[in-house]
């Protein structure tokens, strides 16, 4: 074992050591109670032992094309922090104490009881729209010609899919079968599955099928050539894969590299009749390892040695935040293939682009632009850095951190989810300005703020301002 690769072991085994206490302590909170301080004291990070690992873990392979990491140098920088041997000597917390502190009950909890919609499908033919509560964890049907009035508290949906059976949680993307009105929904966080739905689920139901996936966000189908497609943000990535795939099926396709211009791609629609692919990306990208480590499957798939499946391998420190853009792909485009274009610019008033729609009637491209309150839309054509043929914002419109959109072509109306007020909005699809909605759907009361806590990871407090800072 060589000297880097031995410190390496080592620093990892005390950060883990040093992380696993300190979200003990965290998580214990405080009471005032002097016996739980005490107990929250005798829980305080200590060092144990310091030890090598096994030779096999944590090894990092030697990288193709000469790239090597600079692990001595970027270990040699961690502070090394000196520990007492009467430090090191006192022992862990026992059982009794770790269970006392796990029970405690929270003094208040910050959490909005309603449904927060994220992403939105209509179904023309069951005269029902389809909506998928992030808030919550469920899937929500509702008649496509509901409209709560100011004075109900809220319109209830004909039917909640939601549970542990369901494998819902952090749904992010929805689609709705033409043909057999089946549900499918893409979980974005722990599940990491497609799930498919019959029509007519409800409650705790297990999904007809499950489709292993890397963590993704957006899904649209060609039903031309029965293919589904997802966009994984974290990988920058497209996969597509069979529309009947299942398990541990691998993709067919795989859309990923530097030239892709896919940049945490989010929201994502087809054109099938002119053979294009509509990508909407916030913006942040880093390198992937050539030939590095397949990114995982986070429901409990299988990736390795998986074909087309995404490269997660990072090259440290090639992070970067760009401008938001729309890309504009070949249908069957694959690899590291450069977009046919790409609407990027100030001009555009891109901010937080989400979800993404279609519309074939009038070949325009629809988009949820979560940033700035708004629904941008531009011709399927556009390219560079182009203005908006109309944008719909303005406090009458209701818009508040719009995240899915869709179109009714039957019916000829502009869908909108709201996650920012409870309300799943529908207009004319030539909508401009400040327009009211031509009806709406809320699920909550009236004017009641809708938290917008979207799957935090972590939590600061700002001791100067008094503020818990909870990023999403």
Not at 309 to 325: A, K, N, Y
């Amino acid at each position: 074992m060589s000297r880097t690769a031995s410190w390496r072991r080592t620093a990892f085994l005390i950060l883990g050591i040093a992380g696993a206490v300190a979200a003990f302590v965290f998580s214990s909170g405080s009471t005032g109670d002097l016996s739980l301080v005490e107990e929250l004291q005798a829980a305080d990070p200590r060092l144990i032992s310091i030890e090598p690992l096994p030779e096999p873990m944590c090894e990092l392979p030697g990288e193709p094309g000469g790239y090597q990491f600079q692990q001595a140098g970027f270990w040699a920088r961690l502070p090394q922090a000196p520990v007492s041997a009467a430090a090191a000597a006192e022992p862990r917390p026992d059982d009794a104490t770790r269970l006392a502190a796990s029970q405690r009950k929270p003094i208040r909890v910050i959490r909005d009881p309603y449904p927060s919609y994220a992403a939105i499908a209509v179904d023309p033919a069951n005269n029902e729209v389809i909506l998928t509560d992030q808030n919550l964890f469920q899937i929500l049907a509702y008649d496509r010609l509901a409209n709560t009035p100011p004075t109900a508290s809220l319109t209830e949906p004909k039917r909640v899919l939601g549970g542990l059976r369901s494998k819902i949680e952090f749904q992010s993307g929805v689609y709705v079968d033409p043909n057999t009105g089946e549900i499918y929904g893409v979980n974005n966080d722990t599940v990491g599955a497609l799930v498919i739905f019959s029509r007519q689920a409800n409650g705790d139901s297990r999904p007809n099928r499950q489709l292993y996936t890397p963590q993704s966000f957006g899904v649209a189908v060609d039903e031309v050539a029965q293919e589904i497609f997802l966009t994984d943000q974290q990988d920058a990535s497209v996969v597509v894969w069979k529309k009947t795939a299942s398990e541990n099926d691998e993709p067919i396709r795989l859309l990923q590299g530097d030239r892709t211009g896919l940049q945490d791609p989010h929201g994502i629609a087809v054109d099938s009749k002119n053979r294009l692919l509509f990508v909407t990306n916030h913006g942040d990208v880093h390198q992937k390892v050539p030939g590095g480590r397949l990114t995982s499957s986070p429901g409990g798939g299988r990736s390795e040695g998986k074909k087309n499946w995404p490269v997660g391998q990072h090259i440290p420190g090639s992070g970067q935040s760009l401008p938001p853009s729309i890309t504009v792909h070949a249908l069957d485009a694959q690899g590291d293939t450069p977009p046919l274009r790409t609407i990027q610019g100030d001009q555009t008033q891109l901010n937080w682009p989400t979800g993404v729609t279609f519309d074939p009637k009038r070949n325009e491209i629809i988009v949820a632009n979560d940033g700035a309150d708004s629904i941008l839309v531009f011709s399927a054509a556009a390219s560079g850095d182009v203005a908006p043929l109309r944008v719909l914002k303005g406090p009458k419109s209701l818009i508040k951190n719009p995240t899915g959109v869709a179109i009714d072509t039957k019916n000829d109306e502009l869908w909108v989810a709201n996650y920012g007020n409870h309300t799943a909005t529908v207009y004319p699809p030539t909508a401009t300005g400040d327009t009211p909605p031509l009806r709406l759907i809320r699920s909550s009361p009236l004017n009641r703020p809708a938290l917008i806590i979207g799957n935090p990871g972590a939590l600061a407090f700002d001791s100067r301002r008094e503020e818990i800072l909870v990023p999403n």
